[in-house]
């Protein structure tokens, strides 16, 4: 599970820090609208009420985010990092030891690196 502060998955998801937790994208099936609005990334909504489901980012294949806020057992999922941390709103302060990437930080969550 990560944080994400940019400005995509803020507008995304609705919330002032996106989290998200991976998962191996072989056999997941995702229900939903699929759409693509940034060169590199898929999204998937709910048909009904629109919710975020799933996305999905080149640099990071065979990996799939899901939204913690969607998950049932959000609660035993544990954060480990920040990504985009130098875009985090100005307000917004999470304290904690995680480590925080300035960028995707694609080398920490890709298990193939």
Known sequence: ????HCRDCRRW???PVAAFAAFESTGL????????H???VERWNCSACGSPLAARFDYLPGQTYVPVGVLDQAETLQPVLHSHADRALPWLHIED?????EASARDMLDPAR
């Open 38 to 40: 940034t060169q590199g």
């Open 29 to 36: 099936h995702i229900p939903g609208t699929r759409h693509s």
């Open 13 to 15: 998801t609705g919330a």
């Open 97 to 101: 030891d995680l480590p925080r990437a």
């Open 1 to 4: 599970m990560a944080y994400c």
